[in-house]
């Protein structure tokens, strides 16, 4: 396996075997997600364990969930290692909690060293007047409130296909019921759930709340929206850039006819919204809408045949 040097000094493996690894996902349901539906199975024609199911992880290797290629390896197995980011396909048809999520520094000295976690939502289908909770009113001080007091100091936003957001570490957010959306994250499962709305289990349980924690970490000053992204023409189509961020990079690729993939010194995952084919030479992978694809570093000569969308996502472009 030949290991070449980016332009930032990190190894990334390169795999001759294949261009490119569909992916299955591993997935969380049931008493993890009460507020989780039947969405994937409906709108994707995944194989969800139970009608609440809420995640698909697409592209994982956290211990316990990891993804899979259709050759039975896992990710972490095809990428010599645990990666940095995590992409999710997520189905609310309930209101998740609230939720917000600490930086590097916060999750390394009270997390046992874990990373923290800046995320990234792509609605892909909402129900008229979905909404998200997206940041908290000018001037609330968190730790002044107490439970559902939270709920009045709640920012809501009205979603619709295609808005993209970005929740950077101390952004209060939840999703809001009747939303399917596309999640890239850093690959970490520290999360802090500010309120839960009174939701109780068959058992009359609750889930707990880190409300502490979650003051710590907040930021009230937050003020971010969706961003439409820049286009780019390119020939056979178009790339929108959506995000470039310390710790990932988010575009979607426009394919009329044959659309040629940006090469990156990083690696790559591709979701599908359509179906097509992704050619490289003489080799060709055909996709379908809400498959997910690895694509490891420095790829290069791939094409997109179309009409589709792909989801393209993977870290930060390093700088020269």
């Known amino acids: 396996m030949p290991i070449r040097i980016g332009k930032n000094c990190i190894p990334y493996f390169v ?3 294949m261009f490119v690894y569909k992916m299955k996902p591993a997935y969380r349901y049931g008493a993890a997600t009460p507020w989780g539906g039947d969405a994937l199975r409906r709108v ?6 139970d009608d609440h199911t809420g995640e698909a992880l697409e592209a994982s290797t956290l211990a316990g969930l990891e993804s899979v290629l259709t050759d039975g390896r896992t990710l972490t197995a095809c990428a010599g290692g645990p990666l940095p ?7 609310a ?6 939720q917000v999520h600490p930086d590097d520094a916060y999750a390394a000295a009270y997390e046992n060293g874990k990373r923290g976690k800046a995320e990234a939502w792509l609605i892909l289908a909402a129900e008229p007047g979905a909404k998200i909770v997206y940041g908290l009113t000018p001037g609330t001080d968190v730790r002044a409130l107490a ?21 950077p570490p101390g952004m209060v957010h939840a999703i809001g019921a009747g939303i399917l959306l596309y999640e890239i994250q850093q690959s970490s499962d520290v999360t802090y759930r500010f309120w839960d709305w ?3 289990d068959p058992d009359g349980g609750m889930r707990p709340l880190h409300w502490d924690k979650a003051c710590d970490v907040a930021r009230a000053d937050l003020r971010l929206s969706s961003t439409a992204g820049v286009v780019k023409p390119c020939e056979g189509g178009a790339v929108i850039r959506y995000l470039d961020t310390e710790h990932f990079t988010l575009m979607k690729l426009q394919a009329r006819a044959r659309l040629p993939l940006p090469i990156a010194a990083g690696f790559r995952f591709l979701t599908a919204l359509g179906a097509g084919r992704l050619v490289q030479g003489n080799e060709a992978l055909v996709f379908l809408p809400g498959e997910t694809m690895y694509m490891p570093p420095f790829t290069e000569g791939v094409w997109v045949e179309g009409p589709c969308e792909l ?3 993977g870290p930060p472009i390093p700088s020269d």
Do not use: C
């Open 44 to 49: 994707f024609g995944k194989d969800i364990p």
């Open 198 to 200: 009174n939701r109780r």
């Open 147 to 167: 439970g559902k007091d939270l709920e009045a100091r709640l920012r809501w936003v009205e979603v619709a296909r295609g808005d993209v957001f970005y929740i």
């Open 15 to 17: 795999f001759s075997d």
């Open 85 to 91: 980011l995590l992409l999710k396909l997520l189905d």
């Open 93 to 98: 048809r309930e209101t998740l909690s609230v």
């Open 311 to 313: 989801l393209v996502s």
